[in-house]
């Protein structure tokens, strides 16, 4: 929270060279199915967060912009690809996964479900594993050194 009570989040992009902030609360979240939204993000669905009547800030740069669709363009950081903004007419949503703290922000509703993968609500019946349970992969993770950006602001990138 901020001195004045209102929510406030920040998050970006994987490289750490775009860098977004928001005062105040977020109007909604959701996920969306439609194949444009499955195409921009390379997954399953896009989860996204609407702004509303939130400040937002660009604090390291801005997103490069794709023009999707006459209404809708979406912005990605230029040098690492992450998928950070949906804008449309009526507002600007932002990727969940680029927040800091994600967990913070849950979606309630989702959208454009005629295009929903048939296998996506039987995700979480998978078994699920942790990573450093994988025989294949406990050098490949034991050595691995990440390059990406912390999830909090930096003086640089």
């Avoid at 977004?20 to 969306?32: V, Y």
């Amino acid at each position: 929270m901020t001195l004045d009570n209102k929510p406030f989040y920040s998050g970006g992009c994987q490289c750490g060279a775009v860098r977004f902030h928001i005062e105040g609360a977020l109007e909604s979240a959701s996920i969306c199915h439609c194949r444009m939204c499955q195409k921009a993000f390379g997954s399953f669905y896009a989860p996204l967060a609407s702004i509303g009547e939130a400040k937002l800030t660009w604090t390291r740069d801005e997103p490069k912009r794709f023009q999707s669709s006459n209404h809708v363009s979406r912005g990605f950081c230029s040098e690492c690809g992450t998928p950070l903004t949906y804008e449309a007419p009526d507002g600007v949503g932002l990727a969940i996964g680029a927040f800091d703290n994600p967990e913070e922000v849950v979606p309630l509703v989702q959208w454009g479900i005629e295009k929903k993968l048939s296998y996506v609500d039987g995700l979480a019946n998978l078994p699920g594993k942790e990573t450093e349970h994988d025989p294949k992969s406990i050098e490949f993770v034991r050595t691995m050194v990440s390059y990406q950006h912390p999830d909090h602001d930096t003086d640089n990138n």
